[in-house]
């Protein structure tokens, strides 16, 4: 059974940190390129950040560039979100996704939603005093 399951979201003050998992499971997550996207109600879906099969493409939205941090961890199946310096405009349902495609075009397109094959449910991140 393919999975994909986000933890480590919650209530954060601004300025705190979370750092959100993504753990694979029915599937070899080294053998996908992996996305982070958000979404806050009343907004469209956007993505925040994507990492290549073997961590050599890394990229992020501008609105978090020098906060947040993706990493993977090949032999535990999981990728992670380091995010740091939050704001309120975080606040945020995140969703991990799985994207079977070679790594070689990634950088350009991490973005498209369309590419990813796998989807998780989703972590609610608050960003809130």
């Known amino acids: 059974q393919v999975q994909l399951v986000e933890s480590g979201g919650g209530l954060v003050q601004p300025g705190g940190s979370l750092r959100l998992s993504c753990a694979a499971s029915?599937?070899?997550?080294?053998?996908?390129?992996i996305g982070w996207f958000r979404q806050a109600p009343g907004k469209e879906r956007e993505g925040v950040s994507g990492?290549?099969?073997?961590?050599?493409?890394?990229r992020y939205a501008d609105s978090v560039k020098g906060r947040f941090t993706i990493s993977r961890d090949n032999a535990k199946n999981t990728v992670y979100l380091q995010m740091n310096s939050l704001k309120p405009e975080d606040t945020a349902v995140y969703s991990c996704a799985a994207d079977p495609r070679p790594s070689g075009n990634y950088g350009g397109t991490w973005y498209r939603f369309r590419d990813y094959r796998y989807w998780g449910q989703g972590t609610q991140v608050t960003v809130s005093s």
């Open positions: 990492i290549s099969r073997s961590a050599g493409s890394t």
């Open positions: 029915g599937f070899t997550l080294g053998y996908y390129n």
